[in-house]
C-alpha cells in the first residue's frame, strides 16, 4: 500500500514541476512584450491571453503536486496540536463532505467545458485569436490529478486511524525552518548576540 501512495506522490511531483517551466514561459513572455511594446512600439493583441492562460496551466497543475507535499494552507489553528488520530479524523471528514464532491464537480464540468470549446473551435476575442480549447482541457486534466492524490490522503487518514501515526510522504524541497536550522548549526540567539560577525550589517555598526 505504501509503495502505491509514494508512487502518486511521485505522479503528482512530476506533473506539478513540469507544469512549473510555464512560470518560466511566462516570465519570458512578459518580458519580450515589454520589450517590443516600449522599445520597438510593436505590442500583441494575444500576448495577454496566452499570459492569462500560462498562468491558468501553473495555478491548476500545482493542485495535486501542493497536496502531496500537504502544503495546502490550514485556517485552523490549533490542528497542529491535535494528536494524529484526531487529525485523520478531522481531514478524512473534509474529504468525504467537501473534496470529493467539489473535485468531481470541477473535473466533470471541466471536461463538458472543454467538450463545448472543441466542438465549436472556440477562440479569444481579439484581432489575432488564439484557440482557446486546449487550455480548457487542463481543467479536467488538472481535476483528474487532484482526484487521485485527494484519494491518496484519504487513504492516508485511514492507514493514520488504524496506526496512529501519519505514514510517511515523498521526500521533497522545504521551507527553510529558522529554529531547525540553529539545531543544525548549534548556533544559539545569544551565541549570535555575542558574535557580531552573524549580525546583520546595519546592526554591527549600531553596536560599534
Known amino acids: 500500500m505504501q509503495k502505491a501512495l509514494l508512487a502518486v506522490d511521485r505522479l503528482s511531483t512530476f506533473v506539478g514541476k513540469a507544469s512549473a517551466w510555464s512560470a518560466v514561459a511566462l516570465t519570458l513572455l512578459i518580458t519580450w512584450e515589454v520589450f517590443s511594446r516600449y522599445v520597438l512600439n510593436h505590442p500583441h493583441g494575444w500576448v495577454l491571453d496566452a499570459q492569462i492562460m500560462l498562468y491558468g496551466v501553473l495555478f491548476m497543475m500545482a493542485g495535486a503536486y501542493t497536496l502531496a507535499k500537504n502544503g495546502h494552507v490550514r485556517g485552523d489553528v490549533l490542528y497542529g496540536f491535535f494528536r494524529p488520530r484526531t487529525q485523520a479524523t478531522i481531514d478524512l471528514t473534509l474529504y468525504i463532505v467537501f473534496f ?16 463545448e ?30 482526484l487521485l492524490q485527494g484519494l491518496v490522503e484519504i487513504a492516508r487518514c485511514v492507514i493514520c486511524l488504524r496506526d496512529g501515526v501519519w505514514p510517511s510522504r515523498e521526500a521533497d524541497v522545504e521551507e527553510v525552518d529558522v529554529d531547525k536550522l540553529k539545531e543544525m548549526v548549534h548556533v544559539s540567539d545569544d551565541y549570535i548576540g555575542h558574535d557580531k560577525s552573524l549580525l546583520p550589517p546595519a546592526q554591527r555598526q549600531e553596536g560599534a
Open 100 to 115: 470529493l464532491p467539489g473535485v468531481v464537480a470541477m473535473t466533470w464540468a471541466g471536461w463538458t467545458f472543454a467538450q
Open 117 to 146: 470549446s472543441l466542438a465549436i473551435r472556440e477562440t479569444t476575442f481579439n484581432a489575432d485569436p488564439l484557440p482557446i480549447y486546449p487550455f480548457k482541457f487542463v481543467i479536467p486534466i488538472a481535476g483528474a490529478f487532484l
